[in-house]
Nanobody, 125 residues
Framework: QVQLAESGGGLVQAGGSLRLSCAAS????????VAWFRQAPGKQREFVAC????????TYAAAEKARFTISRDSALNMVYLQMNSLKPEDAAVYYC??????????????????WGQGTQVTVSS
């Protein structure tokens, strides 16, 4: 069983940067694709980025591709989301999620088996 824990959220001014971290324990993390999703109040949870289990060709939501970077350190069982040029509309609870082993990235949250508790990102204008 994989447990995920996000950290790194907080309050930042528009135009600023944050790096979110997702720490995994209790399972084979390096063989799983890992995604970041976010959910703003009153909105559905949406896909942000995903890094495949083999770290090849991460995928991003179109609006975030130029500003966000997802990466992983398999030795540390960590996945990161570097967020630059933050906008007020980026404010949300950010979740990391992992899929079953050796499966690729998907955009739907229904395709992810393990979830963290989320970390809040607030962007002031």
């Amino acid at each position: 069983q994989v447990q995920l824990a996000e950290s790194g959220g907080g309050l930042v001014q528009a135009g600023g940067s944050l790096r979110l971290s997702c720490a995994a324990s209790g399972g084979t993390f390096s063989s799983r694709s890992v995604a970041w999703f976010r959910q703003a109040p009153g909105k559905q949870r949406e896909f942000v980025a995903c890094i495949p289990w083999n770290s090849e060709s991460p995928t991003y939501a179109a609006a975030e591709k130029a500003r966000f970077t997802i990466s992983r350190d398999s030795a540390l069982n960590m996945v990161y989301l570097q967020m630059n040029s933050l906008k007020p509309e980026d404010a949300a609870v950010y979740y990391c999620a992992a899929r079953r082993r050796y499966s690729g990235c998907y955009y739907s949250d229904n395709d992810y088996n393990y979830w963290g508790q989320g970390t809040q990102v607030t962007v002031s204008s």
